[in-house]
């Protein structure tokens, strides 16, 4: 095949993924936007077979191992993506796209070890790029699967004097991507790759589990932008293209998420390097609140006629959508008005809960935005907040100057009786006070929110 | 390539990819997040080149890693994005239809 037709074989396949970004935009053609950029890279993989580049002669050298590789990777790859549990899925599009961003960053560095002295001084630098941000992509990506996976704390990893040392090592990072750049030696490029993995991992670590959607969403727009830079080494158009489409489309989505959660992006990216080692334990809370047992509860919702349920991030943690649902049925068989009010960002990333929910079979009618459910509340009897805390905290309404003012919260406190599912007194991923909780309408039932509302469930059935 | 070239296509698919996204509920912010992330595993065709290019063990090694790393970032990416999106298949109210039985 000439190098004009796997030019434009590679423009259709670009095209494609514009198509399949701007499907994925819109509820109605989003699966659809995923076919089309999984046939668009289908087709620009398989044309790679049919392309000799100059000197070069099909069928291509080392043709079995990259058939092989292909084959291993769909092996790991599909059962991974297919059995991940959707609870998981946060973490497992944080390991494809480390996987993504450290697969960047060794074609770089085959490249470099091919084109040694001959590489002119842009390839050398783009090189230098893709490797670099590829690395901090690759460590920083595992870092927020330990976290999501609960392998290593959620909470902000800080240590006396750590921002020096991360600040030391980006320096270092930096100084030795110029040396890459003057020396031209393979030396300096394994220092870099070093200092870049440990400097992505540094960069995460002080990043906390509220943070940490915003982080991979940025560090795949970072994964991006090397797939452009490792284009530009290999002079290979489409790269560029698809690259630059997910680090521009990346970056955006980013800012959209940071501020659906009403984060500040500076915040967050420069938090490494801002983040002081936390005081031992905040002034604990000693106001008397109202807790209860299951059966209080269950009298409460069983003497309601409207109930809306309002899950969050504990609902997740707890994997207790199938038992949430249990209980709405049953609520629903008796009568009693039930819907699930949705905040934009609940679960652990935007729109996250709508999976889970989707996926334990809620009915989608049940499903209220926050815009629908709000003006509702005056006419409820009771809001059960299961695992959530910031996205209903007045703070947001009330407190100028905290960290969540501004960010629209749902109005449980219109509604007459307040329950709240919580493991504890603990706030939420913005670590402030919930007024709400010590208000006297608001009931609260300790535990994992599974068990309690299982034993919930239970008192229920046996009213 | 020529580098003016090179960077005119990079300026305007900046604009193009800005343009796509700039509107979206964040209903979608996971899958659309999800699904990009499966685009950059066409580094895949960058990691096939390279491996093409290989003379030395060492080069052929570091491909073969890159390939499979990039495969499983390219196909695992898109099909765990269309599983997310399946999830909301219900929303056209034919969800009765698709009941418990999720395909396994």
Same mark, same amino acid.
């Given at each position: ?185 393979? #030396? /300096?490029?394994? =220092?870099?790759?070093? @200092?870049?993995?440990?400097?992505? $991992?540094?960069? !995460?670590?002080?990043? %906390?589990? *509220? ?81 209860? #047992? /299951?059966?209080? =509860?269950?009298?409460? @919702?069983?003497?309601?006629?409207? $109930?809306?349920? !309002?899950?969050?991030? %504990?609902? *997740? ?81 009330? #407190? /100028? ?63 | ?104």
């Amino acid at each position: 095949m000439s190098r004009t037709i796997y030019d434009l074989i590679g423009l259709g396949a670009g095209v494609m993924f514009i198509l399949a970004l701007k499907g994925l935009s819109h509820p109605r053609t989003a699966r659809r936007g995923n076919i089309l950029g999984a046939i668009g890279a289908t087709v620009a993989t398989i044309a790679v077979f049919f392309y000799a580049s100059e000197g070069n002669e099909l069928p291509l050298n080392n043709l079995g191992w990259i058939l092989g590789a292909i084959a291993f990777g769909v092996l790991v790859g599909v059962p991974a993506a297919r059995k991940v549990q959707m609870t998981a899925m946060p973490q497992l599009v944080a390991l494809f796209n480390g996987v993504g961003g450290g697969a960047a960053a060794l074609v770089a560095i085959v490249e470099y070890l091919k084109l040694g002295n001959t590489a002119s001084t842009g390839v050398v630098i783009a090189t230098v790029f893709t490797v670099l941000v590829g690395c901090v992509s690759f460590s920083g990506s595992i870092v927020t699967f330990l976290k999501l996976q609960e392998l290593m704390t959620t909470r902000p990893v800080v240590f006396p004097g750590g921002r020096f040392v991360i600040a030391a090592t980006l320096i270092g990072t930096l100084a030795s991507a110029v040396w890459v750049v003057m020396e031209l030696g393979t #030396t /300096p490029l394994l =220092v870099l790759a070093a @200092l870049s993995l440990l400097f992505g $991992v540094l960069f !995460v670590l002080p990043v %906390g589990g *509220a943070d940490v959607p915003i982080v991979i969403s940025l560090l795949n727009a970072f994964t991006g932008l090397t797939v452009a830079a490792g284009g530009y080494v290999l002079d290979a158009t489409l790269l560029i293209i698809a690259g630059t489409l997910v680090g521009a489309s990346g970056t955006i989505l980013t800012r959209l998420m940071a501020e659906a959660m009403g984060r500040s992006l500076f915040g967050t990216l420069f938090g490494a390097f801002t983040a002081k080692p936390q005081e031992a334990g905040t002034a604990s809370e000693t106001r008397p609140v109202k807790s209860g #047992t /299951p059966d209080d =509860v269950a009298i409460l @919702l069983n003497y309601a006629r409207r $109930v809306v349920i !309002v899950p969050g991030f %504990g609902l *997740a943690v707890a994997q207790a959508q199938h038992t949430v649902r249990e209980l709405a049925d049953l609520l629903t068989a008796k009568g009693i008005d039930v819907a699930y009010g949705i905040h934009p960002v609940a679960g652990r990333m935007p729109g996250h809960m709508n999976v889970l929910l989707a996926e334990a079979n809620v009915p989608y009618e049940q499903l209220s935005e926050m815009e629908e459910v709000n003006p509702t509340f005056p006419q409820t009897d009771v809001a059960l907040i299961i695992g959530a805390n910031d996205v209903v905290n007045p703070a947001a309404k009330t #407190t /100028p100057g905290c960290p969540i003012y501004g960010m629209p919260i749902l109005d449980v406190a219109q509604a007459g009786n307040v329950i709240f599912l919580k493991r504890s007194m603990r706030p939420g991923f913005a670590g402030i006070e919930n007024e709400l909780l010590f208000d006297s309408k608001t009931t609260l039932l300790f535990g994992d929110a599974k068990a309690s509302l299982t034993k919930v469930v239970g008192a229920l059935k046996a009213l | 390539m020529d580098l003016v070239a090179i960077i005119t296509i990079f300026v305007l698919a900046v604009f193009v990819g800005f343009e796509v996204v700039s509107k979206v509920s964040s209903t979608l912010h996971t899958p659309l997040m999800s699904g990009a992330n499966a685009i950059h595993g066409v580094i895949l065709v960058g990691a096939i080149i390279v491996a093409d290019h290989s003379e030395t063990n060492l080069e052929l090694g570091l491909s073969v890693a890159a390939i499979v790393l990039a495969t499983i970032n390219m196909v695992g990416g898109f099909v765990v994005t269309d599983r997310m999106l399946e999830m909301f298949k219900g929303k056209s109210g034919n969800r009765a239809s698709q009941g418990s039985g999720d395909k396994k």
